[in-house]
């Protein structure tokens, strides 16, 4: 296939990169960063990334995620500047550079600093450096009157792939794309391989009742999903498990979720 995506943001959730123990998944890592240097000689490539609470509470130590908004925000600094250790090593290892940004919602939502940042962007995609985004956890802040969170990752994902103007995002789960059906619950639930548009249907069987497939949660790729298709642009999900699988969607082939406006080469929404 002729390559049609010319700038690809990656997303990866935290059930992806770390495990039940809370221990990170190196040979995800290994493997994603290896793909993505590669992916990065011939397209633009942006990773958003999640798992800087998991990875913070794997530094010091604790198994279960606390509710309270300071020790996360406190675990979130903690384990940002180790989740970047872990994805500079690894692509130091390829011979990628890789810089890290940390969005607030005001910084894309206020004119001057939303221009700035896409300078940086475009500056370091310019120069063959993979950007690695993650909201800044340890400062964001949602009351009322004050709201800089973006909520989750797959949200910071497609604004930032409307922002920076991608042909392409492709969040990474713990499950192999959109089904028909719980698929944990329903033998008969069939993968959607393609999804021109988001209705209301759709989003009661990705987000009914404790109906969520996989921890990384339908309900939030469907939303970020809508927000894609809104601005005319493409997305898939994949599984994470194994990186590799990237690099045959890019190709062309059939694997995971793709939602498009038009009918992709080689699928049906049957
Ligand atoms: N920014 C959070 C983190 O790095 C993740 C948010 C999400 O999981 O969507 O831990």
Same mark, same amino acid.
């Given at each position: 296939?002729?390559?049609?995506?010319?700038?690809?943001?990656?997303?990866?959730?935290?059930?992806?990169?770390?495990?039940?123990?809370?221990?990170?998944?190196?040979?995800?890592?290994?493997?994603?960063?290896?793909?993505?240097?590669?992916?990065?000689?011939?397209?633009?490539?942006?990773?958003?990334?999640?798992?800087?609470?998991?990875?913070?509470?794997?530094?010091?130590?604790?198994?279960?995620?606390?509710?309270?908004?300071?020790?996360?925000?406190?675990?979130?600094?903690?384990?940002?500047?180790?989740?970047?250790?872990?994805?500079?090593?690894?692509?130091?290892?390829?011979?990628?550079?890789?810089?890290?940004?940390?969005?607030?919602?005001?910084?894309?939502?206020?004119?001057?600093?939303?221009?700035?940042? !896409?300078?940086? +962007? @475009?500056? #370091?995609?310019?120069? *063959?450096?993979?950007?690695?985004?993650?909201?800044?956890?340890?400062?964001? /802040?949602?009351?009322?009157?004050?709201?800089?969170?973006?909520?989750?990752?797959?949200?910071?994902?497609?604004?930032?792939?409307?922002?920076?103007?991608?042909?392409?995002?492709?969040? !990474?789960?713990? +499950? @192999?794309? #959109?089904?028909?059906? *719980?698929?944990?619950?329903?033998?008969?639930?069939?993968?959607?391989?393609? /999804?021109?548009?988001?209705?209301?249907?759709?989003?009661?069987?990705?987000?009914?009742?404790?109906?969520?497939?996989?921890?990384?949660?339908?309900?939030?790729?469907?939303?970020?999903?809508?927000?894609?298709?809104?601005?005319?642009?493409?997305?898939?999900?994949?599984?994470?498990?194994?990186?590799?699988?990237?690099?045959?969607?890019?190709?062309?082939?059939?694997?995971?979720?793709?939602?498009?406006?038009?009918?992709?080469?080689?699928?049906?929404?049957?």
């Amino acid at each position: 296939m002729p390559n049609k995506y010319h700038r690809i943001v990656i997303k990866i959730g935290t059930s992806s990169i770390i495990n039940a123990d809370s221990d990170v998944k190196l040979s995800v890592i290994e493997s994603l960063t290896r793909v993505l240097s590669e992916l990065n000689k011939a397209h633009e490539v942006l990773l958003v990334t999640s798992g800087a609470v998991g990875v913070g509470m794997h530094t010091v130590g604790i198994k279960t995620r606390p509710s309270e908004i300071g020790e996360l925000q406190a675990l979130s600094a903690i384990g940002q500047s180790e989740l970047m250790d872990i994805y500079s090593d690894h692509f130091k290892a390829t011979g990628q550079t890789v810089a890290q940004l940390l969005l607030t919602r005001d910084v894309v939502d206020y004119p001057k600093s939303r221009r700035n940042v !896409l300078q940086t +962007i @475009n500056t #370091l995609l310019k120069n *063959n450096v993979i950007p690695i985004i993650n909201e800044n956890d340890a400062v964001s /802040v949602d009351e009322f009157d004050h709201r800089t969170t973006f909520g989750e990752n797959d949200q910071l994902a497609a604004i930032v792939t409307n922002f920076v103007a991608a042909d392409l995002l492709v969040i !990474l789960s713990d +499950i @192999n794309g #959109l089904y028909n059906a *719980n698929p944990k619950k329903d033998p008969t639930a069939k993968l959607l391989e393609w /999804v021109p548009k988001i209705d209301a249907k759709l989003m009661k069987v990705a987000g009914g009742h404790g109906s969520q497939f996989g921890t990384g949660g339908m309900a939030t790729k469907l939303n970020a999903a809508k927000l894609i298709l809104d601005h005319h642009r493409e997305m898939a999900i994949l599984n994470g498990e194994d990186p590799e699988v990237i690099k045959q969607l890019i190709n062309g082939a059939n694997v995971g979720t793709y939602f498009s406006a038009t009918q992709p080469e080689g699928r049906t929404n049957e």
